[in-house]
């Protein structure tokens, strides 16, 4: 029972799994801590307001919506540029090393079954309709 435990512990997906979500933890306190103590001040002061949560509008609180708005902006930009853009290079960089060079188009192109179905589809295009 113990065994079967730690061999599901140990598996990469959860080791990976875990690191994801502590590091996403961490971050989120970074980009709040960004939005809340430098962006949002900013904003409000170029709507002249103390901060985005006194920006409204006959009752509607539209600066906490702007904030958040921010807030994911920097949060999908920053693991775009930090984890997402690194990691396909690393991965080009690894495809090109073992000369893996497969092409999306070319696979595409290769498949007989795709290549039928865009000869249909231009069939289609070339025929008149009424």
Known sequence: MLTGFKNFIMKGNVVDLAVAVVMGAAFSAVVTSIVEGLLTPLIGRLFSAKGMEEMQWEGFMYGSVISSIISFLLVAASIYFVVVLP????????????????????????????????????ALQRTPTS
């Open 87 to 122: 990691m396909n290079h690393m991965i080009e960089l690894r495809n090109r090393k073992l000369g893996i060079n497969k092409d999306v188009k070319e696979e595409a192109a290769e498949d007989p079954q795709i290549a039928l179905l865009t000869e249909i589809r231009d």
